[in-house]
Each structure stands twice: as structure tokens, then as C-alpha cells.
């Protein structure tokens, strides 16, 4: 088969049940192939001094390790959002697809006198998704993998979502990188040691079911770490010195996101579209990032909502002619952000303290 033809190899969104692919991938018994995306490589003397200059999270440069981090821009939206494994003499990078030449671009922008190479190898790889460390998993070969931390919380990470909410317990995805060339051999090989194949669309729904953040669907020009709960895997707290830091530290310590990421279930709905409105009574108070039927919680969504609205309203979902009854469950809460208002306060209250009692009497 040709380059192309296997970069064109077959990645159904369903394979004719959906909701049992979902049960054997999160069982570690299936694999899925993904629709094809960004794939960079990264390498030089100064690439990891780059990458832990520029991103939200510094990577581990060991072979073999990996981790999620964020570009940002100036004010702390985030531009890319980037799957890095270390090869130990290089870095991929892993990116929402249509935005690997921007990324690209970005990079060379900021080399100044630093010496490394960039190059898009999105034609020469693949990606393919399980779960755990299935007996069958040597037989891929994977050039890397990223493992995902959503259910891990690594250090200097922070979680807003409270306890129990979209529990992420048991969320052992991998993510690993095949050759174009040898792709079919590969799921071959596997499959003939007892992997079974699911879509893609399993995972998307497996995916939401944890709240977990994607820039394919969370992400838009506006979008806060913070807003999506990504300070708990994608940013490393105490980090300074990166592009956008100082809004990612100001919305932490002192202030509140304008928008807080809800999972919502949907009442018999499935087939909601991605922006669809969220309303609660005639206001509008968000939109609909993505939306599926998940095994165990049946017809759910992903939204980002204003901050304030009330967490125990019944909403409706407008799409369309249709309007669909929506229950939420928090994953952002209201109250997120402002880690450091306490602390501030009794402190300026004991400089007030202080400054009255060295008042002159008069």
C-alpha cells in the first residue's frame, strides 16, 4: 500500500456499536484509529530550552516520557494546546489538525538565536488510542506514545473540578504514534494477539464522559486554561517566564474565569451540534462544544457557560427547531480561580493593623 493509502487507512467513527466499542476500549481490549492530525518533530541543541521557555508545562527531555502543555498568547488564551513526547534526541509534538503550519510558524517567530529544527511529519504517522497496558500493545511498535495525564494530575497541576465530578479514576488512555508506512502490518499484529478494533467516535464519547478538554471542539480565540480545568494537567503551576504566565497566575490567585466548562445531560438528545445554544430561560448563557451518547450516562454534552449561572438551573439547549432539556453537572465551578484572595486579605488587614498602630497620638 502507498504512503498516501495508508495515510488514508480507515478510521470509521463506529464499527456498528458504539456503545459496546466504548465498554471494550476503556476494558483495554480494543484499539481505535484516529482521524489523522498534526504531527511535528522537534529537534536540536536548543529545542528544550525552547520548549520549557514557551510552554505551560516544561517537558521531561528522558526518552520515552511525555506530558500536555499549552502555548499562550499575551493575555493567557490559549493558542495551542500540544501532546509532547520526548524521543530523547527530539520532541514530537502532537496537534489539532489545520493548525501544524500555524504552530509551525509560531515557532520559528521565536527562535531568535536558539539553534533547532522543526518539521511536519503529519504525512508519516499516524495515531493510534487504547486504554491500560494491554498484553497485545507491544506488537503496535509505536514510534512514541503519550500517555494521557487527565487521571493522574501531575506535579505543580491543580483541579478544579470537585470531588467525584466526571471522575476521571481509571483513565489510563495512551496515544501512540505509528508509521505510515507499516500501519496495516501493525494493526495486524495486534489484533492477531487479541486487540479488537473500535471508532473513533467511542473514545470522543469516552472523552466526554470525563470532562476532559480538547482543542478540536473546547478550544476557540477566547478560551482560559481555566476555564476548561486544564491548570490540572497542562499548566505547572510555580512555572514562570512563559507567554501568558502572568494572566495564568492573576485569574489562579486573584480572579474568577468568565467561563466555566459543564457537563450536561441531555434529555434523549444525541445528535447535538457543536455550538448550539444553551439557554436558560430566553437568556443565553453558553454554547455546546461537543456532544454524545456515552455507555453508562447515556445522551450527554460538553458546554462552556457565563460564570454565574446558577449551578442547579434546569437549562435548555436550542438547535436548531429543537429545544432539549439539559441537567448539569458542575466540572468548573463558579468559584474557581481565586486561590490567593484569602491569603491577600488577612494580609492587607494585618499591614491596616500595623499601619493604625503607628498612627501619632494627637
Known sequence: MSASGERNVAAPAQLGDPL??????????????LPARGVIWFEGPDAS???????????????GASCESLVLDPNGHVRFAVQVVSAGTGYWLLVTPGLTESLMSWAESMRFRLRFEVRDRS????????????????????EGVWR????????????SAPAGAADAEGWTLQVGLLPVSGLSDALGRAEAVGASRAGWAALNALRLGVA?????????????????????????????????QETVSKVHNLGHPPRRLTLLQLDGAPDIARGASVRLGAQEVGQVTSAAVHWELGPIALALLRRCTPVGAQ???EDGDRWVSAAQEVVVPPDAG??????????????????????PLH
Open 49 to 63: 530550552e525552547f520548549l520549557s521557555r514557551m510552554l505551560s508545562r516544561t517537558p521531561d527531555p528522558a526518552a
Open 123 to 142: 504525512d508519516d504517522f499516524r495515531e493510534v488510542a487504547w486504554f491500560g497496558h494491554p498484553a497485545w500493545c507491544p506488537a503496535l511498535r509505536p
Open 148 to 159: 494521557d495525564p487527565w487521571g493522574s494530575e501531575p506535579q505543580g497541576s491543580w483541579r
Open 212 to 244: 476532559r478538554p480538547c482543542q478540536d471542539t473546547e478550544g476557540d480565540p477566547r478560551l482560559l486554561p481555566h476555564e476548561v480545568d486544564w491548570l490540572r494537567t497542562a499548566v505547572q503551576l510555580g512555572k514562570g517566564c512563559y507567554p501568558g
Open 315 to 317: 437549562l435548555l439547549v
Open 338 to 359: 481565586g486561590a490567593a484572595r484569602g491569603s491577600v486579605g488577612a494580609l492587607r488587614s494585618a499591614r491596616q493593623v500595623r499601619g493604625s498602630r503607628r498612627r
Open 20 to 33: 459496546g466499542e466504548q465498554r471494550e476500549l476503556l476494558a483495554g481490549r480494543a484499539l481505535t484509529v
